[in-house]
């Protein structure tokens, strides 16, 4: 078929146990159930995330080792780097951000990106955030 696609709405929701209205579903009508537990997690409930301040996350990426407790589209084994100039860390990748600590050229971090002109990572006390791309050795 060529032409324009089209899209079906529905009423289905991913809330368990209510109606559109807020009612509980009539008799005969399925409820939902939580998802089924998938190597010993279970998808309900409130997600509870890590501290992103010492925990590497973001929706495009995150630390290899949160993969049980983040979702992400990649995940990446920290590299560790050092710095050959002093940096500041930063929250954000941006320059006028307010630095979160003042690293020292010989600084290790723990890096999961290096793109755009930046590197995101672990400093060395294990705070998340950015340096400038040149202040990292290849």
């Known amino acids: 078929m060529t ?5 079906k709405g529905s009423n289905d929701t991913s809330v368990p146990g209510q109606t559109a209205a807020g009612a509980s579903p009539k008799s005969g009508e399925a409820r939902s159930q939580p998802s089924r537990t ?14 992103p301040r010492t925990h590497a996350y973001r929706k495009d990426l995150a630390d290899v080792g949160l993969a049980d407790q983040v979702i992400a589209s990649h995940y990446a084994e920290p590299l560790i780097r050092h710095l050959v100039a002093p ?9 006028d ?7 020292q050229a010989g600084d290790e971090i723990r890096m999961l990106d290096n793109s755009r002109g930046w590197a995101w990572g672990y400093g060395p006390d294990g705070r998340v955030g950015y340096v400038r791309s040149e202040a990292v050795a290849p």
Request: proline fraction near 17%; charged fraction near 10%; hydrophobic fraction near 50%.
């Open 3 to 7: 032409g324009q696609n089209f899209l």
């Open 38 to 51: 998938v190597d010993g997690f279970a998808l309900i409930g409130v997600s509870n995330p890590p501290d």
């Open 87 to 95: 940096a500041p860390l930063l929250p954000e990748p941006a320059n």
């Open 97 to 103: 951000a307010e630095p979160i600590a003042l690293l």
